[in-house]
């Protein structure tokens, strides 16, 4: 059944520089690599944070002092 809204087959409009064998295997491995990069990004990024706060004497490392009514 063919419906006129439908073509039956699309064209480029010029010529492809890379096989669809390559632009498959390239999007895969950004689809499978994403999820990683992310995993990385937020269990490295806390740490390297909570670092540089500790470096900086920033996190609240001091004792607490009593706080004294006169």
Avoid: D, Y
Wanted: aromatic share 6%.
């Amino acid at each position: 059944m063919k419906l006129p809204w439908m073509p039956i087959k699309f064209s480029h409009s010029k010529n492809l520089l890379t096989s669809k064998r390559r632009r498959c295997f390239a999007n895969l491995a950004i689809v499978a690599l994403n999820p990683l990069a992310v995993v990385l990004i937020f269990s490295v990024l806390p740490v390297g944070v909570a670092s540089l706060i500790a470096e900086q004497k920033l996190g609240g490392t001091q004792p607490i002092r009593p706080v004294v009514l006169v």
